[in-house]
Nanobody, 126 residues
Framework: QVQLVQSGGGLVQAGGSLKLSCTDSGRTFTSHARGWFRQAPGKEREFVAA????????RYADFVKGRFTLSRDNDKNTVYLQMNSLKPEDTAVYYCAVRSSHTIITRTAPADYDVWGQGTQVTVSS
């Protein structure tokens, strides 16, 4: 079964850091476009960060620029989202995703991705 396994969420105080992981299982997506999204209660899922095929381009939502960093370790088949200077408004369930088909465009819409992780809760206290 093809899936993405997430880990690394939790509770942190404002100003703190967390690192989320997203590991391929059942199939590897070494070169594929990858994204992170988040969804707060009562809100739609929103774009956080993504890179395109072979990670030649990386994009971040304006509200995380300078605070979050997207990276990948192909040896571990894992993509990471390093989150620093966390704010209470960053509280949400975070999802990683992969687009299984080839694209050189950096995709920022949830509908552009077809394989999703199970989600991990990030809670930032004030």
């Amino acid at each position: 079964q093809v899936q993405l396994v997430q880990s690394g969420g939790g509770l942190v105080q404002a100003g703190g850091s967390l690192k989320l992981s997203c590991t391929d299982s059942g199939r590897t997506f070494t070169s594929h476009a990858r994204g992170w999204f988040r969804q707060a209660p009562g809100k739609e899922r929103e774009f956080v960060a993504a890179f395109n095929w072979k990670a030649t381009d990386t994009r971040y939502a304006d509200f995380v620029k300078g605070r979050f960093t997207l990276s990948r370790d192909n040896d571990k088949n894992t993509v990471y989202l390093q989150m620093n200077s966390l704010k209470p408004e960053d509280t949400a369930v975070y999802y990683c995703a992969v687009r299984s088909s080839h694209t050189i465009i950096t995709r920022t819409a949830p509908a552009d991705y077809d394989v999703w992780g199970q989600g991990t809760q990030v809670t930032v206290s004030s």
